[in-house]
């Protein structure tokens, strides 16, 4: 049976760069999959990849040129893509029967385009984490609490579509689902809340 100290979480990488917000994104689950004993892999990057210090200095993290149908070739039935389109819904057995959790290396988008298809195509086992589209570490994080807290999906506190309020007169809302943390706040990356300042004053600015 597989223990939650062999868990892997895998970001296969479809993104040509590596922009602020996935690097934000990526030191967070690494972080957190180190403090809950798990592994974290990303795959798929390019040959020509810098991985940041910040990240390669995480004992569980692996930075992988191979693609995850490489990696798990002899494997594949251990692989669960996590997959807004998947017919059924993550489940704390889902933890014995999987032992890696596959996910798109994908920026949120509003509407969302389904770029996990580019995963779904290889043949890899889905389930859903609802129905709401959440950030790649928020289905990481929602993953992690059903498969190696035993959380069932549906008793996760989550926020839909938070408004994150920058000043008396600024926010903006955000098109995604994430996890409630104890402050009563969506549960980011460090630096997330501040990058989305920056990227709100900047379109702001572009106006003019
Ligand atoms: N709009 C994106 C798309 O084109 O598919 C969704 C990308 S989402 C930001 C990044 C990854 O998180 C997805 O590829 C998927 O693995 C996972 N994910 C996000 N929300 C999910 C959900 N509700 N159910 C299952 N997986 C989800």
Redesign the pocket.
Known sequence: MATASSKTYI?EH?DPELGTWSELEYLAIARESQEAGAKFCLSSLPETFKVPEALSSIPSFTAETRSVEDLYASDKSRVC??????AR??APEDGEKFDAF????????????????E?RKKGFE???????????D???R??RLVVQGKTPLNEIPYLDHPELKFNKHESTQMP??YVKGQDGKPIMPEGMFDLIRQDSDKAIDDLF
């Open positions: 970001v479809l893509l996590l997959d807004p389109a998947a819904d993550l596959l996910f798109g290396g994908i920026l949120g988008d509003d509407p969302p385009r389904d770029r996990t298809s995963l889905g389930r859903r984490l609802g129905p709401i589209q959440m950030t790649t928020t289905a990481v929602v993953t995604f689902r």
